[in-house]
Every structure is written in structure tokens, then in C-alpha cells.
């Protein structure tokens, strides 16, 4: 169903090739929806899923919906120019954290496998909004259903490897480990330099991919598990 937001712009002359998932993070869809085609609010995505699974497209595919905000993935530093934004009616961490609804993941998959279809977007390049923007943006959120996503071949995932005692790089490090980290981060899509100096960006970007991809445990620090999760996820990348 068509609810259209005023709040879009011209593509650029680009082509949509990624899809970037949000929570709305705010209380119910109702206020979601308000503010995505609230002109003074200057925000938009492309679609609002509810609670209930209902879908709602407010900006044409073929428009740059304001979305993503300050962003970067893979050498795009402008990640609203190649993506449809896809909100996902839901409080969020500052909400409690709930769970999506069943109905609600259900819309999601099969709009993600439409568009997936259309633009043949790669399973790479369906992402978080935190994993463009991981220096803002947390969401979807850790307890977002990923793996449910993966199996119904909507975006790229590997099971994570277990939580096991053992080295872990974190703030302060330095040298050839943290460079090595910094160097997969950056090959998968991540905006960040190779400084071979854990810092505060490094324990971000960390912070997204465990997010994403090793969600168990949350907190910027690359355990085994982490980096042994991100060279399986670099392995099984498909082919482009």
C-alpha cells in the first residue's frame, strides 16, 4: 500500500544495490510513520513494516530516500545513493529491546526477496543500518533474526563460532594481530584504516560485526570467537 513521504531526492544516476534494515526505535509504527513523512523531521525510508506485518511503501524505489544518514560500505560513502531503506516497526534498545514479531519477519523476508529479485542485489549487500554506520547506529539490533533472514536467501550469514576462553584483542592494542583484524573488517566492507592500533573505531566496528554476525556477546572486544567468525564470513562470502 502506497503512503507517500515528501521527504526524497534524486538518485544520482545511481542503481539501487544493497538494502539497509533500521528498527524505527520509536514507541509503535503509528509514530514511525508520522515522523518518516514529518518534512520538517527530513527522514524517509523507502518501506514501514508494522507490528502486524503490514507494509507500507513511502518513497518509489527509483528515488534516494533519506535513510542512512552519514554512512559507508565497501567504498560507498554515501550508502543512500545505491540502497532501498527497508524501517522495521520496532522501540528498539531504549524500548526493551522486544522481539519481532513472527508476522512482521514474515513481510520483511518476502519484501527483501522481491526487491532481491528486481535489482539482483548480492546476499553481501543486505545490511544493518549499524553496519554502515557503526560510529551511530545500533540498529536492528543484536536480537534481530538473522539467520531466519539467511535461510529464506535473504542476506549473507555463517553460524558463529562459540564463546571460548583464549587471546582477544582489545583497546590499547597493537601490531601485526590488530592489523591483521582491521584488514578482514575492511575487505568485508567496513570503514576503517589499517592502523595496526586498536582504538575506539576498531572497538566500534567490532561492535557492528558482532552485532550482526556473533550476537551472544556484544562489546567491542575481538575474542576468538569473533575473529574466527569473520574469517568464516570473509570465506563464504559469495562470489560477486
Known sequence: ML?????????????????????????TGEAALRQLC?????????????????????????????HAGRSYWAGERD???????????????????PEYPSAQIAT????????????????????????????????PGEYFPWEKLAKSGVGHYVAPCPLEDGPRLERGAQGIPVESLQSMLAIYGYGLNITGLYGTKTETIVGAF???FRPERVDGIADQ?????????IAARPKS
Not at 514529518?38 to 533519506?66: C, K, M, N, T
Not at 518476502?110 to 551511530?136: G, Y
Not at 570467537?225 to 564470513?233: G, H, P, Y
Request: include cysteine; glycine fraction near 6%; charged fraction near 25%.
Open 3 to 27: 503512503h507517500p513521504s515528501p521527504n526524497h531526492g534524486e538518485r544520482k544516476g545511481r542503481t539501487p544495490d544493497a538494502i539497509i534494515l533500521h528498527y524505527t526505535g520509536l514507541p
Open 108 to 139: 520483511v523476508i518476502a519484501l527483501c526477496q522481491d526487491i532481491i529479485a528486481r535489482w539482483r542485489i548480492a546476499p553481501q549487500r543486505v545490511l544493518a543500518h549499524s553496519d554502515i554506520s557503526p560510529d551511530r547506529k545500533i540498529d
Open 79 to 97: 550508502m543512500n545513493d545505491v540502497s532501498i531503506g527497508i524501517e522495521i516497526a520496532n522501540p528498539g534498545h531504549r524500548g526493551g529491546s
Open 38 to 66: 514529518d518534512p520538517i523531521a527530513q527522514v524517509s525510508s523507502h518501506y514501514l513494516v508494522f507490528e502486524d506485518g503490514q507494509l507500507l511503501q513511502l518513497v518509489p524505489e527509483a528515488r534516494r530516500a533519506w
Open 210 to 212: 558482532q552485532r550482526h
Open 225 to 233: 570467537s569473533t575473529i574466527e567468525t569473520l574469517r568464516k564470513v
